[in-house]
């Protein structure tokens, strides 16, 4: 944002607001502006119609690449003239400004190269005129008549009702029943060119381009006598208006704009020099404010006219900051970080500096008349124009008077507390305070010879002074906690300390600050910009500056209760010093203040609470952030739910310069409460769920209230996913899968059961079986014993027959070697006959059967051929008898057993390496 900026000379302007091409996005001349109902700006410009709402400018392009030269709002749509072409534009349902060509398909042809400078509307038609014709548009009948010229026109003029334009070379016409009709003459105008007609007394008044203005009355032209006609005969008008107070507007083609009051007295001058950023206006336009609006040949500015501000910038870093300020009779005092400068009262010649006050100047105070200067360097005495030095006391912060003591004054300074007396009729220094060396930026009395000494590092200290004020009896340090950039002052006989923890009265006889609830709620905390507080005697009010406004305290009329006020003046915007803000009252209710950039002028009583309407601008969506399109601002369409990124942008049509509109916001449905105020006016929520929302938006300017909430309905879709025929969908599938689930559920319990069955039927089988093995174990223990009781038995029989045999054998073989055979032949043959007795192999056949009862059948199923001699001999080797052990049972030589076994083998089919006892047993 630019701000102004003031030539040497000291004229206070009204506060400006500077718009470049590069604000608006558009190219710089701008040739007309209008404003609709709902306070929005429209601006004819090279490139197309440009709209502002307050917040931001948007560009529509020509719709044939043309120059516009012209706007006008009538009814509800915004009529243009350009380039051989005119129309009017209206807003869609997206908010979008759409134009309408009147020239096509028409009767009538556009001339060659035909531009349109001008548009007016009255009764029912509006008028559209070029340099060579005027068309008569009907808006109900959409039809056209045309006023044809043999001569140039300049421009139309619309006074009370009538349609008036100059015809060059012919004179003024006026239109009536559609024709022309001629009331004054060329001759009468003496080849003035016009700018504009207004009403004068039921008579006209001729404003010309370059000779200032003229009446026509009687049927004569005269000059209008005014003041103002030498500085107007120096000047080129371009174009001109009259505002609604009556005064006079004037555009120049080189010199910024004057102002003239109703009787042609110049109120004001403003050019590049002083504020504006162009001198050449090309167009001048009253809002519905009261502010002006200038199209300039490079640019757009405002000017806030009806503003309660004016300004006064030192652009050239004459003055410096201002730390103080005075007005005696004659002059205007300003105190500076750069000396002393004064300006003679209701002037505008430059502010001249005071000879000998090169420095820093912290305290400009009028004492019964008499302007003492507090100076860096020292106390001065200024008379007029002159300074006079009376203390050479370094650093003179504050002077004040002594009550009781009319001859004397007290002043604070760099290493504490000095005296000033009258003598003679003028003013010298007389002492310095001894006992107490402290700064003493800021002291209060709170008795005769008592007062309260502010230091914004070290605390709050009460002195107490001897009676000729020479020297300190006594000082100590209050109870109070100290602050950065506190202040202390007096108002309505109570002492008040002020700094960021709130502001605190002073309780004399407790020697204590009690915490004053209603002010420190002002000042204190995140509102804290300094504590520095000024009673301002004359106007009877306690001011203060706060982060965003500045406060003043009036004494209730009908309760003991303080009256606030508040001039909301953000800090940045004012630009004072913090910790040296400074305030002067200049008359009724006017004030200055110094800034750091030179001051202000407030006018109290120009202060005026409106309360403006927030309008929605536009809503955008998209899918992506960074892709989104218009949506319908009146009936929007549900949006699907993958658009679920919603730009909202909203304004207020505040075009005051020196004010600040703040906005809050909230999404019911989303987050229902309120949003910090803030100076963006655009909400941005970015993958919003589905469902119905409700955004809300409300603007507070200068304090006061946006004078409607902006409601704007739009609902997101569920996802497909979450669409009515999934749900049905989601439900059909709940119950098959529970059904599914069930059947499963059914299916595993019933296996589960059928499982626990078996479980519980291969239990009992496995018990079954235990009890059956064990059984068995039992049987196969008993039948073991048996076998082995039958193995020892047949071992047994086998052993006795083996002894029997042999025994019968020796018996035998010791009886074959007596001499008389015949005497033992008997006995031989009968214990043959017991050797070979079959009835021995029978019972051990028997026996063998018992122990392995299948080896006789198994070996004769495998071996077919063997005989009963040779199952015998098998049976004994299945024993593992050897064939020592085998002989006698068989009744045979150890050699006839071998020849046995070997007879035994071939039948077996065993080879040679094969054990024929071997495969016996193991068969």
């Known amino acids: 944002m630019l701000f102004f900026s003031v030539k040497c000379y000291a004229q206070e302007i009204p506060p400006i607001q500077i718009f470049t091409p590069q604000d608006y996005d558009a190219e710089d001349q701008n040739w007309a502006i209008t404003q609709s109902n709902d306070d929005f700006i429209y601006v004819a410009n090279n490139k197309g119609l440009l709209e502002y709402k307050g917040a931001s400018w948007k560009l529509y392009n020509s719709p044939n690449d043309g120059i516009l030269r012209s706007v006008k709002f009538v009814g509800d749509k915004i009529y243009s003239g350009g380039f051989m072409d005119f129309g009017y534009w209206t807003r869609d349902k997206l908010g979008v400004m759409l134009y309408t060509s009147l020239v096509d398909d028409r009767n009538f042809s556009i001339k060659e190269d035909e531009e349109f400078w001008g548009i007016i509307d009255v009764e029912g038609y509006i008028l559209f005129q070029s340099l060579e014709r005027i068309y008569i548009y009907n ?59 207004f009403n004068s007394d039921a008579n006209l008044l001729l404003q010309t381009k370059e ?85 300039l040949d490079n640019g757009i500015n405002i000017v806030n006219l009806n503003s309660a501000f004016k300004v006064y910038i030192d652009n050239l870093g004459v003055l410096g900051t201002i730390y103080t300020a005075a007005k005696t009779d004659d002059f205007l005092y300003l105190g500076t970080n750069q000396g002393l400068f004064y300006q003679p009262n209701d002037s505008d010649v430059k502010f001249k500096q005071i000879e000998g006050t090169k420095g820093q100047v912290w305290n400009l105070s009028v004492i019964n008349g008499t302007l003492f200067c507090g100076h860096d360097k020292g106390t001065f005495l200024i008379n007029n124009t002159r300074a006079e030095k009376i203390s050479s006391e370094l650093g003179s912060w504050c002077i004040k008077e002594i009550e009781g003591h009319p001859n004397l004054l007290i002043q604070g300074n760099y290493k504490g507390l000095t005296i000033l007396e009258k003598y003679n009729n003028t003013w010298r220094f007389r002492n310095k305070i001894n006992g107490f060396n402290i700064s003493s930026r800021y002291f209060e009395f709170v008795d005769s010879n008592q007062l309260l000494v ?20 006594d000082y100590k340090k209050l109870p109070i906690k100290k602050g950065v950039k506190s202040g202390i002052v007096k108002y309505q006989n109570e002492v008040l300390y002020s700094n960021k923890s709130g502001v605190f009265n002073y309780d004399n006889n407790a020697e204590s600050f009690l915490k004053d609830s209603i002010l420190s709620s002002l000042f204190s905390d995140e509102k804290y910009v300094s504590g520095k507080l000024f009673n301002d005697r004359k106007g009877k009010k306690l001011w203060g500056f706060s982060e965003s406004e500045m406060i003043f305290v009036e004494p209730g009329k009908l309760s003991t209760e303080p009256k606030i006020n508040v001039v909301t003046l953000s800090n940045d915007v004012r630009k004072t010093k913090s910790g040296y803000e400074n305030i002067l009252y200049l008359s009724d209710n006017d ?89 963006s006016p655009e909400t941005f929520y970015k993958n919003l769920p589905h469902g119905e929302y409700t955004f809300e938006a409300r603007a507070i300017t200068d304090g006061i209230l946006s004078n409607n909430i902006m409601s704007y309905s739009f609902t997101i879709n569920r996802p497909w996913y979450f669409s009515l025929i999934a749900i049905i969908l989601y439900i059909i599938l709940l119950f098959l899968f529970l059904y599914i689930l069930y059947f499963y559920n059914k299916k595993h319990y019933e296996r589960k059961q059928i499982k626990v069955i078996e479980k519980k039927e291969r239990e009992l089988e496995l018990e079954q079986l235990g009890n059956q093995r064990q059984l068995i174990q039992f049987k196969n223990k008993n039948l073991q014993l048996d076998i082995e009781n039958k193995n020892r038995e047949l071992g047994m029989a086998t052993m006795n027959l083996v002894k029997r045999n042999e025994l019968l054998s020796n018996i035998k073989d010791e009886l074959s070697e007596t001499k008389s055979l015949a005497d033992v032949s008997k006995v031989v043959k009968r214990i043959n006959k017991s050797i070979n007795n079959t009835g021995d192999w029978k019972l051990f056949e028997e026996a063998f059967n018992n122990v392995d009862k299948d080896f006789m059948k198994k070996i004769k199923t495998l071996h077919p051929s063997i005989t009963a001699s040779d199952l015998r001999l098998c049976a004994y080797l299945r024993l593992n008898l050897s064939s020592k052990e085998i002989a006698p049972l068989l009744n045979i030589s150890h050699k006839s057993v071998e020849v046995k076994r070997y007879r035994l083998r071939k039948k077996l089919e065993l080879s040679h390496d094969d054990s024929l006892s071997s495969y016996i047993i193991e068969l």
């Open 211 to 295: 000779n200032g203005f003229y009446k026509f009355q009687n049927g004569k032209v005269n000059k209008w006598v005014i003041e103002s006609n030498n500085l107007l005969s120096q000047l080129s008008i371009y174009n001109s208006i009259r505002l609604k107070d009556g005064s006079f507007l004037l555009g120049t083609i080189a010199n910024g704009i004057i102002q003239l009051d109703k009787d042609g007295k110049k109120i004001l001058k403003i050019d590049k020099s002083n504020g504006l950023s162009n001198n050449t206006i090309l167009s001048v336009y009253e809002d519905n404010f009261g502010s002006v609006w200038l199209g």
């Open 591 to 679: 004030y200055l203040i110094g800034t750091t950039e030179g001051f202000l002028n407030v006018d109290l009583n120009k202060l005026v609470e409106k309360s403006l309407k927030v309008h929605m601008n536009s809503v955008r969506y998209g899918a992506l952030p960074d892709e989104l399109t218009e949506l319908d601002l009146v009936n929007p369409d549900p949006l699907k739910n993958k658009f679920n990124n919603i730009r909202f942008n909203y304004s207020v049509t505040n075009y005051n310069k020196l004010s600040t509109s703040k906005y809050q916001s909230r999404l019911i449905g989303f987050y229902d409460h309120w949003s910090d105020w803030g100076i």
């Open 454 to 473: 502010s230091h914004e590092h070290k605390g709050i200290y009460k002195i107490t002074l001897d009676n000729t004020f020479s020297k300190v009896i």
């Open 139 to 197: 808006i109900l009948e959409d039809s056209f008549d045309i006023v044809d010229s043999e001569f140039r026109i300049n421009k139309i003029f619309k006074v009370d009702g009538s349609i008036y334009f100059q015809e060059t070379e012919l004179g003024i016409f006026k239109i009536e029943n559609g024709k022309k009709v001629l009331i004054i003459p060329e001759v009468l105008l003496n080849g003035n060119i016009l700018v504009n007609i």
